[in-house]
Nanobody, 121 residues
Framework: QVQLVESGGGLVQAGGSLRLACQASGNIFSIRDMNWYRQRPGEERELVASITREGVSNYADSVKGRFAISRDNPKYSITLQMNNLGAEDTAVYYC???????????????WGQGTQVTVSV
């Protein structure tokens, strides 16, 4: 099995910063995309940032210029640096990875348990 564990969430004042981290472990041969999603109360989960194995990143328009995703391929980990946070960034943030497991021939989706980010104004 594969596990994704997020860390770094918490309470921050508007205008502040937080850094989220996600560590993948377990039966991993390789990982394709690794992404950050978030889900606000009463809303659907949305893609915040993505990064490929080659380091190509993309961001939701709402976070461009404020958030930065990075990836460490040998360590199967990603981070999300979040700056100039606002109330609209309050959400549960989820890590996602498309993983090719040993003895498998397809990439399977895996999710972390989520970490709460709360921005106070």
């Amino acid at each position: 099995q594969v596990q994704l564990v997020e860390s770094g969430g918490g309470l921050v004042q508007a205008g502040g910063s937080l850094r989220l981290a996600c560590q993948a472990s377990g039966n991993i041969f390789s990982i394709r995309d690794m992404n950050w999603y978030r889900q606000r109360p009463g809303e659907e989960r949305e893609l915040v940032a993505s990064i490929t194995r080659e380091g190509v990143s993309n961001y939701a328009d709402s976070v461009k210029g404020r958030f930065a995703i990075s990836r460490d391929n040998p360590k199967y980990s990603i981070t999300l640096q979040m700056n100039n946070l606002g109330a609209e960034d309050t959400a549960v943030y989820y890590c996602y990875a498309a993983v090719l497991r040993f003895n498998s021939d397809y990439y399977k989706d895996f999710w972390g348990q989520g970490t709460q980010v709360t921005v106070s104004v």
